[in-house]
């Protein structure tokens, strides 16, 4: 065994940047919180990891080192995980699949990958992770966490602004607006 504990959440509350392509931010965990096994990751239980080896990490698929999608960058709120990530999706195959793969909801989880520092087994057959070092966070379609559901995912999908305004408006002169601007996919 390599010693790495890997535990799947499903994003609490995600977006996709429309800014740039693959760029997305979410919740990766929340402290205090039991996973599908029992286990719980204590409140600042990563604060001494991002404070010695620095808070951005590799991006990866469902923890394959051969299947980095990117890199992601850690902020440890006191509460949660939050994070905000950046996919290769034009230049990594792999990355630009799971890409449209969050875009259509298909992908919804993160997936934190730790080395325990310090932990006690719990009563109940868990166990309770009070320091570990993040080694990564990979996206993978099946979370520990099945309950939690991405809150929205944004795409760049460029949308016709006389389309828009002739919703909102009724009447519209499409010679004098050729803009566009970005739709959000819910």
């Not at 989880?109 to 080395?115: M, P, Q, Y």
């Not at 009070?130 to 760049?156: H, W, Y």
């Not at 999908?157 to 408006?169: G, P, Q």
Request: proline content about 4%; glycine content about 8%.
């Amino acid at each position: 065994m390599d010693n790495i504990v890997r535990k799947a959440f499903a994003l609490k509350q995600c977006a996709l940047d429309d800014e740039m392509r693959g760029s997305f931010s979410g919740t990766a965990l929340v402290y205090g919180d039991k996973d599908l096994y029992g286990d719980t990751i204590k409140r600042g239980a990563f604060a001494k990891s991002l404070r010695e080896h620095g808070d951005e990490l590799p991006l990866l698929w469902s923890h394959d080192t051969a299947e980095p999608l990117g890199s992601i960058r850690v902020v440890s709120d006191g509460a949660s995980l939050e994070v905000r990530g950046q996919l290769l999706a034009d230049t990594v195959r792999r990355a630009g699949e799971v890409y449209e793969l969050m875009k259509a909801r298909v992908v919804k989880g993160l997936s934190v990958a730790f080395k325990p520092l310090r932990y006690d087994p719990q009563p109940d057959g868990g166990v309770l992770f009070s320091e570990g070092r993040l080694m990564e966070i990979s996206l993978c379609s099946i979370p520990a966490f099945d309950s939690a559901q991405v809150a929205t995912v944004k795409s760049i999908t460029l949308v016709n602004f006389e389309d828009e305004v002739l919703a909102a408006f009724g009447a519209f002169n499409p010679q004098r607006w050729k803009i566009g601007r970005y739709r959000a996919h819910r």
